[in-house]
């Protein structure tokens, strides 16, 4: 008689507990590499706010939870690009109607290995280096021996090309136009790229701030030769003065309400602009982080 007791017990507590799963409110969030870590921060930390919603987050890059918001498949959308003019041709085709929103800013940073004694890189040197037009194939073009790197041929670490990361890199160093150079190590996250740059002496390549580690080395950037070079920090991202500084953006379908509303409100408030600050990127406001 005890084991039947129990057993009701258990499965009354089960179909509760999907009874309260399903009453609560999903947000499907999809997209941006750059933003998955910091989405992932504050979905965390939105079900202690409001324990009735909870968000379910991937990344993938902007291309891809740019096309679940094309098809209808996600809430919301992260991007650290603009969505292009074909995007939104595409979308509203399709009855939906993106909204932009920027949810924090983004020092696009470019890493080094240690052993490499660039002290600083102009965006001519990196078009150079990362442009099918460039002639930088080995780092003694460029007027540099990296101690460690075999014949001095420079390995080029870029990102896939549904990454954001990717379309903004190549829009603010090689130009509308631009096009990257052939064999480039074509990375799936912002992380996959830092850890191979570690590892490898001949190495370059850009990922978000966030993502750097002591084990890197980070870039200074000079808009042009004879100016002063900049390095990428939350500061330099918040007044642009980084030459590769961005906005990070979310999407949603039309102007946001209710749960949504509610969400985005809390990401823009201090406390959500706090863990953005946290977590490595420049908030959109000056904000009183406890």
């Not at 001949?202 to 000079?222: D, F, N, P, Q, W």
């Not at 961005?246 to 985005?264: D, E, S, V």
Request: proline letters at 4%.
């Amino acid at each position: 008689m005890k084991s039947k007791i129990l057993i009701a017990v258990v499965i009354t507590a089960s179909v509760l507990t999907v009874l309260n799963a399903e009453a609560r409110t999903l947000i499907q969030n999809k997209g941006s590499d750059t933003l998955v870590n910091v989405a992932q921060a504050w979905a965390e930390k939105y079900r202690d706010v409001n324990p009735e919603v909870a968000v379910a987050v991937s990344g993938g890059g902007s291309g891809t939870g740019i096309a679940a918001m094309i098809n209808g498949t996600v809430d919301i959308a992260n991007a650290s690009r603009k969505m292009k003019k074909r995007e939104l041709q595409s979308a509203k085709k399709r009855g939906q109607n993106p909204v932009e929103h920027v949810v924090g800013y983004d020092a696009l940073a470019v890493y080094l290995h240690p052993n490499n004694p660039a002290t600083s890189l102009t965006l001519a040197q990196l078009a150079d280096i990362y442009g099918r037009k460039g002639h930088a194939k080995k780092w003694t073009d460029i007027g540099l021996e990296v101690p460690g790197c075999k014949g001095q041929k420079i390995v080029v670490v870029s990102r896939q090309n549904s990454s954001g990361t990717y379309a903004y890199f190549k829009k603010a160093v090689l130009g509308k136009k631009g096009k990257y150079r052939m064999g480039t190590l074509d990375m799936h996250g912002s992380k996959d790229v830092v850890d191979l740059v570690e590892k490898t002496p001949c190495a370059i390549g850009y990922s978000g701030l966030a993502y750097a580690t002591e084990h890197v080395k980070l870039t200074c950037i000079t808009s042009k030769a004879g100016d002063t070079c900049v390095n990428p920090s939350v500061a330099t991202a918040s007044d642009n003065s980084y030459p590769i500084a961005r906005p990070l953006f979310m999407y949603t379908n039309g102007q946001p309400k209710g749960a949504i509303k509610g969400y985005l409100d809390w990401i823009n408030s201090d406390a959500g602009q706090c863990i953005i600050l946290q977590k490595g990127y420049a908030p959109i406001k000056k904000v009183n982080c406890k």
